[in-house]
């Protein structure tokens, strides 16, 4: 103590003379606090960071897809976890690579060399749906499709490019399996409208031959009901005409009345042959040969003058096991129709063959007359039934060839179109190698 003093008083005297150092002591502790306040802040927001870095680590880290980052020189400076379990590169082999270590040589796209692919983007900016091929450590060529987006700087300056690729050999196999499965679909599919259609053609040469079976046995008693009488009616007008004088008055009338009872005696013998042909024992037959005599008994008749016929025979023989008479009157039938389906001038091509995957010998017969209605096609082989005009034929004729196919286990197909022609086609099946060699 000085001269007695307190120390309080000294150190009150002392304060009294340094005042201006309390207001820089109170101004640094209010500094002290913001400095506080401003730390707190600081490590918030660093806590944030944090977590944001990792969320965003987080899902990089799940991609499915192949995430690469490069800098403004196509540098790689991120790959994802995807990218590195692609390509077969660890991380520290990725970075600082350059992006064409990852392309595949001749990519057909601007991505084979980093400038190219730099170039690429930063005219456009980014690249969507490009279809590219990646390249794994390994060798292996992986196609992706590939999205990128140019990176820019603070400036708007280009400074970097993200990508994107996704694996296409799944969605490819997937695809190659859908379309396995829909062309087999479609072949099934085929198929059963194959096979309907054959069940439905069955289905109509079933009910067709049991209605010609049903006219053939009506036809047959109606033959047998009229013989008779008819065969009294021919006799007794020819003997009347006979002794008739050519003077007589009534002598046309006499000739009309054996004129028409001869065409009723032809009806009826058409109708017996519908109703029963001959059941004579089958053998070989070449369809060449019985092809060739129907058209020699036919040749020069004036049916078929002004018509040019054309004759195409398989080079070797036609063989069927069958009734070669019946055969031949079945031909015959078909060279009349087309010779009468003509008006005037026109042709009739005969053709003859085997279809080997059918087993099945075919003779055709093509003219070029006046065609058939759609609406009579299903009518045509049913007795009685013609498109001609009214005492030009008995409407037999089709239906005889047609019982006569049917006996010998053959088919008969139409195809005619309305003023162009028609086309007659006789399948009957070949010998079985038994009865070939027996």
């Known amino acids: 103590m000085n001269g007695g003093k307190s120390l309080s008083t000294e150190i009150s005297a002392a304060l009294a003379q340094e005042g201006p150092w309390i207001e820089i002591i109170q101004k640094m502790e209010a500094l002290y606090a913001d400095l506080a306040r401003l730390q707190t802040d600081a ?3 660093n806590e944030e960071l944090s977590q944001a870095k990792a969320f965003t680590d987080n899902i990089i880290r799940s991609l499915v897809n192949s995430l690469v980052v490069t800098d403004s020189q196509s540098k790689i400076t991120m790959a994802n976890d995807a990218c590195q379990r692609l390509l077969g590169y660890s991380r520290e082999e990725l970075l600082g690579s350059p992006l064409e270590l990852i392309f595949a040589e001749g990519a057909a796209n601007p991505l084979a060399r980093s400038s190219e692919f730099w170039n690429y983007c930063r005219t456009r900016g980014s690249a969507t749906g490009l279809e590219t091929t990646l390249r794994t450590k390994a060798g292996e060529q992986i196609p ?3 999205n990128a987006s140019l990176i820019r700087d603070r400036a708007g300056d280009p400074s970097g490019i993200v990508l994107v690729a996704t694996d296409l050999r799944e969605l490819r196999r997937l695809l190659l399996e859908a379309r396995a499965a829909a062309s087999a679909e479609r072949e099934q599919a ?3 409208a194959k096979a309907y259609r054959e069940l439905k053609a069955l289905q109509a040469r079933l009910i067709q031959s049991e209605k010609m079976s049903s006219l053939g046995r009506m036809a047959a008693s109606v033959a047998h009901e009229i013989n008779n009488p008819l065969g009294g009616i021919v006799v007794f007008s020819c003997l009347l005409l006979e002794q008739t004088s050519p003077d007589y008055p009534g002598r046309k009338k006499l000739e009309t009345i054996v004129r028409e009872a001869n065409r009723c005696r032809d009806i009826v013998r058409g109708l017996l042959d519908f109703a029963r042909p001959g059941e004579s024992a089958r053998q070989k037959a070449d369809l060449n040969v019985i092809l060739q005599a129907a058209l020699d008994l036919l040749k020069g008749q004036p049916l078929f003058k002004g018509i040019a016929v054309a004759l195409e025979l398989a080079a070797t023989p036609v063989e069927v096991l069958g009734n070669a008479s019946q055969l031949q009157q079945a031909f015959t039938n078909l060279l009349v129709n087309a010779a009468e389906a003509i008006s005037g001038s026109g042709r009739i091509s005969l053709k003859s063959w085997r279809d080997a995957s059918s087993l099945k010998a075919a003779v055709s017969f093509t ?7 759609p609406q009579s096609l299903g009518q045509i082989f049913e007795p009685f039934f013609t498109t001609k005009q009214e005492g030009h034929g008995t409407g037999l004729g089709l239906a005889i060839v047609y019982g006569i196919v049917e006996r010998h286990g053959g088919t008969i197909k ?3 179109r309305l003023g162009e022609g028609t086309t007659f086609t ?6 079985g190698p038994e009865e070939a060699t027996g």
Do not use: F
């Not at 003219?367 to 209605?373: A, K, L, N, Q, V």
């Not at 006789?426 to 010998?431: A, I, T, Y």
């Open 43 to 45: 490590d918030r927001r």
């Open 190 to 192: 085929a198929e059963r």
């Open 144 to 146: 992706v499709s590939l």
């Open 414 to 416: 139409v195809d005619s």
């Open 426 to 431: 006789v399948w009957l099946p070949e010998p």
């Open 367 to 373: 003219d070029t007359g006046c065609g058939i209605p």
